[in-house]
T-cell receptor, first 114, second 113 residues
Framework: KAGVTQTPRYLIKTRGQQVTLSCSPI?????VSWYQQTPGQGLQFLFE???????NKGNFPGRFSGRQFSNSRSEMNVSTLELGDSALYLC?????????????FGPGTRLTVT | AQSVTQPDIHITVSEGASLELRCNYS??????LFWYVQSPGQGLQLLLK??????LVQGIKGFEAEFKRSQSSFNLRKPSVHWSDAAEYFC???????????FGTGTRLKVLA
């Protein structure tokens, strides 16, 4: 079974621009979560989507948004980029039944804001 | 509030030596506990997990962890470290009822040949 895939793997944007990151979960997984990883703040939860609905949200400004499609693929959008948004953005998927608390992470998208 | 503490930012061990990485958590009930490993430039790989039952759990790559409720700890151990174990290790707590993980700040492991 293919793992979680994230595109693009690397991205360079300019302050003030917006960016969209994509995540395809493991086949059959309906939940997708997003995390931001920075050297200063570590790994922080952004939000979780399940069946196209946002179920949990972390403490991030409204510039960070997401959505999930009917095929469970998810996108994350950051508007009006700031230098502090430079980070590794990780997506994770989990099964709906059984070990539903076990998350599987993708390789991440490295975003650099200049 | 839930929190996870990994008190060791860096640990250096010699190849073949034993390893213990510490993790303490703060949570009102029995949490779900995880250890993940991250190699440079990579995502997180699940090493092992604790949900309930036997407090000593076995994971991949020869790792094990022990849940100690009285100490609010979930330390990761390996009897003999290999050079390929050099990476960053993260402990995480998953709150029951939500699917949000709280991560520790990580422990970077260096292995000396």
């Amino acid at each position: 079974k293919a793992g979680v895939t994230q595109t693009p793997r690397y991205l360079i944007k300019t302050r003030g621009q917006q960016v969209t990151l994509s995540c395809s979960p493991i086949s059959g997984h309906r939940s997708v979560s997003w995390y931001q990883q920075t050297p200063g703040q570590g790994l922080q939860f952004l939000f979780e989507y399940f069946s196209e609905t946002q179920r949990n949200k972390g403490n991030f400004p409204g510039r960070f948004s997401g959505r999930q499609f009917s095929n469970s693929r998810s996108e994350m959008n950051v508007s009006t980029l700031e230098l502090g948004d430079s980070a590794l953005y990780l997506c994770a998927s989990r099964p709906s039944t059984g070990v539903a608390y076990e998350q599987y992470f993708g390789p991440g998208t490295r975003l650099t804001v200049t | 509030a839930q929190s996870v503490t990994q008190p060791d930012i860096h640990i250096t061990v010699s190849e073949g030596a034993s390893l213990e990485l510490r993790c303490n958590y703060s949570y009102g009930a029995t949490p779900y506990l995880f250890w993940y490993v991250q190699s440079p430039g990579q995502g997180l790989q699940l090493l092992l997990k604790y949900f309930s039952g036997d407090t000593l759990v076995q994971g991949i790559k020869g790792f094990e962890a022990e849940f100690k409720r009285s100490q609010s700890s979930f330390n990761l151990r390996k009897p003999s470290v290999h050079w390929s174990d050099a990476a960053e290790y993260f402990c995480a707590v998953g709150a029951r009822g939500t699917y949000k993980y709280i991560f520790g700040t990580g422990t970077r492991l260096k292995v000396l040949a």
